[in-house]
């Protein structure tokens, strides 16, 4: 680990790359803990801000919407955005469907779209939540229609610059901007969950015995949490190969040109499947939230809501469901199969064609099956955890589901990039004097 940091350092390009990205990161933390003006911040608690979609939201965000700060919205609006404009370029939108072949000048104009997009869903997303908010906790110093403007205005400025941030990142940095300001928020959020949790669990003025009983309770947490972790970076690291030949004719033989394999990840549908699970079960939640309790208001709260046994059953069927839909919109059977055809591809023991598509299809629901389970597993830990184990509520929420996937696949491609970048070799031409 030492040599690795000392490589990182000693590579004149990723230091400065490693440096550009820690500044960004700051600026966004700094704009984090600055809460918009003609907000009360006394009116926010962590209850209101934590519960239903506000919590996804949050999350994305990186813990700012509870403070209504100037980054309240996060990237939640682009990556909204972005998997709408996705899932319209698959054949839905000719234009769209056009320019995801026309390579990198099709992308940019996708690109110019999805901010188009991005800045509605901020505008429409920072008014539902100031009107929301305002009615349910009076957030708001005055109630006029200008303060409402002027709330919104700034959320949706905080966001397209968060956008930027990102993309900054992406290009002069190092890993993924976007993702990589989701992984700051819910880190940045982890030592003060941890000492909550210390505090609760160790009690120190019930006598030696009972400190140590606590003490020895939280170092069972803690290694508890670590083999999860190393459970969700295996799974993220795990494949299923898939070996593929290529032939290339000479005169009347045939002989093979070059062998390699195909890649399909256990979970390849990564933390969506877990993020719209919990989106489709809030929205209706948050919703009645603030309407006026009847008793159809509570059985649908109680349906809807997660740590209750029906919901948690809805919850993970919504998961397995979701897993199945993503893994396959994100890998296309059908296109695989007419590439390899196109440049003389095949898998060992397949037809080409209709049989190799069912043969990648039937693979991909299958290691699907296995994935989803996974995914069944981290999305049941921070429920199943405070049940169980009461004091351990605040970190559960933090470390399990959503944001263990996220943090630790994040953390996994920055690592991977930064070693492809101190291993690349660089070449310099010949001058001729």
Not at 34 to 41: D, F, L, Q, R
Not at 68 to 80: A, D, K, M, N, R
Not at 260 to 272: D, R
Not at 305 to 333: H, K, R, T
């Amino acid at each position: 680990m030492l040599d690795f940091f000392k490589n990182v350092f000693k590579k004149g390009e990723l230091r400065h790359r490693i440096i550009f990205t820690l500044g960004m990161l700051f600026i966004f933390r700094l704009g984090a803990a600055v809460t918009i003006p003609s907000i009360n911040a006394d009116a926010l608690t962590a209850g209101a801000a934590n519960s239903g979609i506000l919590g996804i939201m949050n999350m994305l965000g990186g813990g700012m919407l509870e403070r209504f700060s100037i980054f309240s919205l996060g990237v939640s609006p682009y990556i909204t955005a972005s998997i709408i404009i996705e899932l319209l370029s698959m054949d839905v939108i000719p234009i769209l469907t056009q320019w995801q072949k026309e390579g990198n000048t099709g992308k940019k104009k996708k690109d110019k779209v999805t901010r188009y997009v991005t800045l509605v869903l901020a505008a429409i997303q920072g008014g539902s939540l100031t009107y929301a908010f305002d009615k349910g906790y009076n957030i708001l110093s005055s109630s006029s229609i200008w303060t409402y403007v002027y709330v919104v205005v700034v959320m949706m400025a905080g966001s397209m610059f968060a956008m930027w941030i990102g993309d900054q990142i992406t290009q002069k940095g190092i890993g993924n901007g976007t993702s990589l300001l989701i992984f700051t928020g819910i880190v940045s959020n982890l030592p003060s969950n941890f000492i909550t949790t210390f505090n609760n669990v160790v009690t120190l003025d019930k006598g030696a015995q009972t400190a140590t009983l606590g003490i020895l309770w939280y170092i069972l947490f803690v290694i508890v949490y670590l083999a999860i972790v190393i459970f969700v970076v295996f799974n993220e690291g795990a494949v299923r190969k898939i070996p593929i030949i290529y032939a290339t004719s000479s005169n009347t033989k045939m002989r093979t040109k070059d062998s390699t394999h195909m890649p399909i990840k256990i979970n390849s549908s990564g933390v969506i499947p877990v993020i719209f699970a919990s989106s489709v079960l809030a929205a209706p939640r948050t919703i009645i939230s603030f309407m006026k309790a009847t008793s159809t208001t509570k059985m649908i709260d109680t349906i809807l809501n997660y740590q209750q046994p029906v919901g948690f059953c809805l919850y993970l069927i919504m998961i397995v469901l979701f897993a199945f839909f993503y893994s396959n919109l994100q890998i296309d059977a059908h296109k695989i199969s007419d590439d390899l055809k196109k440049n003389g591809g095949s898998i060992p023991g397949v037809r080409t064609g209709k049989d190799t598509e069912r043969f990648i299809s039937t693979v991909l629901n299958r290691v699907t099956v296995v994935g989803s389970i996974f995914l069944l597993i981290i999305a049941a830990i921070p429920i199943m955890t405070p049940v169980i184990w009461e004091q351990t509520s605040n970190a559960a929420i933090s470390l399990g589901g959503t944001g263990l996937i996220i943090v630790t696949g994040v953390a996994l491609e920055t690592t991977k990039q930064i070693k492809t970048l101190i291993t690349r070799k660089e070449y310099h031409g010949y001058i001729r004097k």
